[in-house]
């Protein structure tokens, strides 16, 4: 086991490097980039703009389109100075290769509009991000694996079949509709205002109790997160049903019956195991998804302002330093919890050889 691990770590390398180029180049021929907005804003309002943006990151490390159809009858010394700021005097390999190089230090550089540097924007933005995806999980995993093996259990039953109709609505409804709807019952709407409606924690969060920001702190949480298991446990809790059904009608599920076990001991002793593989292969994807992707618009909604709004607000302002130092992270949490997975595999099932897998 030890030396698969060592080589998915090794192969963690290429895959970054193989990602970020597919997306420098992507970026590098998208039009609209931050010198084409700079160069708009000084036609538009002067030499003072420039003044007003000498302030920000340096970006060397970024990608961009520099040849701008708005630089024309713009000197081309000014022209000049407002490439140097963004780092694109220089060819795109040699920018490609020195973001490769500062990437491996976790050097992101800095914003190119905020005035601070990626890896702060991140860590700043990190807690938002942990809060929502960590409880979100945990709350599916509690809810969908009893639910799931209840269903299963109980399959073609009543309790099976309106649990069914209630997992339709949830995966068919986006979360941030949830979202809106709980805004509107739950957070001041048009009915009750019991809940508070921006962000994690309240104004006079530093001069409470503990327990008393304990407490603040679900208190921000309750709805989106609620908006999320909502809109997140449904695959999870379908997943873990045909899962166990698939392992229910098994031969050896037959034989330990007809031995005389217990049902209980049959389901928790034999088949959860078994039926609880596909279900931990399933647990990067949903984290990631929760993390970083589902909820964005939970957080554009319920004003939380974490990673997924900073990636977003970031491609949409063409911050490339931010847009590639968020991509970087994203991905390197997915390899590893990919990688984390397989290690559960081997905990769950010690049966299950990936060197062997391999040599094969």
């Known amino acids: 086991m030890g030396s698969y691990i060592l080589r998915r770590l090794a192969l963690i390398i290429p895959t970054l490097v193989g990602i970020m180029l597919l997306n420098f180049v992507i970026v590098q021929a998208a039009p609209g980039g931050p010198v084409e907005q700079m160069i708009a804003e000084v036609e538009g309002f002067g030499g003072d703009a420039l003044d007003r943006a000498s302030g920000g990151?340096?970006?060397?490390e970024v990608s961009g389109n520099g040849d701008s159809r708005g630089s024309r009858g713009l000197p081309p010394e000014l022209l000049k100075e407002i490439e140097v700021m963004y780092g694109f005097d220089k060819p795109a390999h040699e920018r490609f290769l020195k973001m490769l190089g500062d990437y491996a230090t976790f050097d992101f550089g800095e914003s190119f509009y905020r005035q601070r540097t990626v890896t702060d924007l991140i860590v700043d933005k990190m807690p938002v991000s942990i809060s929502l995806g960590l409880w979100s999980t945990l709350i599916i995993y509690l809810i969908s694996i009893p639910l799931g093996i209840r269903k299963a259990v109980t399959d073609g039953s009543r309790f099976d079949v309106w649990t069914s109709s209630a997992i339709?609505?949830?995966?068919?409804?986006?979360?941030?509709?949830?979202?809106i709807l709980l805004i509107v019952l739950f957070a001041g709407g048009s009915y009750l205002d019991w809940f508070p409606l921006r962000g994690l924690t309240s104004s006079n969060f530093d001069e409470m109790t503990w327990y008393q920001q304990i407490g603040d702190y679900f208190w921000h949480l309750a709805?989106?997160?609620?908006?999320?298991?909502?809109g997140g446990f449904a695959t999870l809790t379908l997943l873990t049903k045909n899962s166990f059904l698939d392992e229910i009608g098994k031969q050896y599920v037959v034989t330990a019956r007809a031995k005389g076990l217990e049902e209980k001991r049959v389901l928790y002793g034999h088949v959860f195991r078994n039926a609880m593989l596909i279900v931990i292969a399933s647990l990067p994807g949903v984290l990631v998804q929760l993390f970083f992707t589902g909820s964005l618009l939970i957080e554009v909604i319920f004003s939380l302002?974490?990673?997924?709004?900073?990636?977003?607000?970031?491609?949409?302002?063409?911050?490339?330093?931010?847009?590639?130092?968020?991509?970087?992270?994203?991905?390197?949490?997915?390899?590893?919890?990919?990688?984390?997975?397989?290690?559960?595999?081997?905990?769950?099932?010690?049966?299950?050889?990936?060197?062997?897998?391999?040599?094969?």
């Open 57 to 60: 990151g340096s970006g060397g």
């Open 168 to 179: 339709v609505i949830g995966y068919a409804i986006p979360g941030f509709l949830f979202a």
């Open 223 to 230: 709805l989106p997160v609620t908006a999320n298991v909502i």
């Open 305 to 360: 302002d974490g990673l997924g709004l900073l990636g977003f607000e970031a491609a949409l302002n063409r911050d490339y330093p931010v847009v590639f130092g968020t991509l970087y992270i994203f991905t390197l949490m997915g390899l590893v919890l990919k990688l984390i997975s397989d290690i559960t595999y081997v905990l769950v099932d010690p049966r299950i050889d990936f060197e062997s897998r391999e040599g094969a």
